[in-house]
């Protein structure tokens, strides 16, 4: 069926693009059957994606009712991969300026609401300045991002206390960091249940503590890998026990236990206004490997 302006035809349950082949789908196990290989070439910038993903393939999350999944075909190529899952931003792999802003022109036309978009600096800023274009909205930096990947790991020495899996009884101060941390990071209150989020991460095993004299003092979690790579994050160390090297020791624990658990490799995003956080990470072992953004759209 024809759309109106001529550039798109809708077969199934799929939108395509007239010139780079844009994809967007509702289906999340149809993207994966075809972006999977790309998110294999670039497991970093697609981290994000492809950890979603695998979670709601493996029934540990549901699929949302406005969920949209997209690839950019070129060539008979997958170049570029995304998803939205309202009321997050839309997230992006890194892929090159006019894939993103073809991109930005199909889910304009398909008349799917972003609010906003997330993902490698590069792509997510032609993105914007496209949907900007078309939509009359202007967009605005809300966190400014690099993600690391794990080089070589040196655990921190001399740090008072010991790491531990994180278990039930820790469910309330789990809940509780969980949302300071939000409020720290994101600077808005978390969308999503925080209490619920905690719940699934420790059934999944997924939240190491740091312990000393006898009380929790840090938190790092750690996701299960997509294409090889897991993810930590939140760390998160209350204000009063900061400055004791507790963070860099159960990022270090955390990572190590991703590793043991079977991951490739492991990534992590800093927020690039925290120096801290920046040289913590790069004390035990991570290097650069993109910077990201997360922009907000709205009205002029």
């Avoid at 289906?27 to 697609?46: I, N, Q, R, Y």
């Avoid at 994180?166 to 925080?194: L, M, Y």
Wanted: aromatic content about 6%; charged content about 20%; proline content about 6%.
């Amino acid at each position: 069926m024809a759309q109106p302006g001529g550039g798109r035809v809708v077969a199934g349950d799929l939108w395509h693009s007239k010139r780079m082949d844009v994809r967007l789908m509702s289906s999340v196990e149809m993207f994966c059957d075809l972006a999977t290989p790309f998110m294999g070439v670039d497991p970093f910038s697609t981290n994000v994606i492809g950890v979603h993903a695998a979670a709601i393939l493996a029934g540990l999350r549901a699929p949302g009712a406005g969920d949209l999944w997209a690839a950019v075909v070129d060539d008979g190529e997958v170049v570029g991969v995304a998803m939205h899952t309202p009321p997050q931003p839309l997230f992006m792999s890194r892929t090159s300026a006019l894939a993103a802003s073809q991109l930005a022109e199909a889910i304009f036309d398909k008349e799917h609401p972003v609010a906003g978009v997330n993902g490698e600096r590069a792509s997510v800023t032609a993105f914007s300045e496209r949907w900007s274009e078309l939509s009359g909205d202007v967009s605005s930096v809300e966190v400014a991002m690099r993600m690391y990947r794990l080089g070589e790991l040196r655990v921190p020495v001399g740090v008072s206390g010991r790491a531990r899996p994180a278990g039930n009884d820790d469910i309330e101060v789990v809940t509780d960091w969980f949302a300071a941390f939000h409020a720290e990071a994101h600077r808005r209150p978390s969308t999503e249940d925080v209490r619920v989020v905690a719940e699934g991460r420790l059934t999944s095993g997924q939240l190491r503590v740091w312990v000393d004299d006898g009380k929790a003092v840090s938190l790092a979690a750690h996701s299960a890998p997509a294409q090889g790579v897991a993810r930590i994050g939140p760390v998160y160390t209350p204000p009063r026990c900061r400055r004791h090297g507790y963070g860099a020791a159960v990022t270090a624990n955390a990572t190590r236990t991703a590793l043991d658990g079977g991951a490739t490799h492991v990534a992590l995003y800093t927020d690039l206004a925290n120096p801290t956080s920046n040289s913590i990470y790069q004390g035990i072992g991570y290097v650069g490997d993109h910077d990201a953004e997360e922009r907000r759209f709205g009205r002029p």
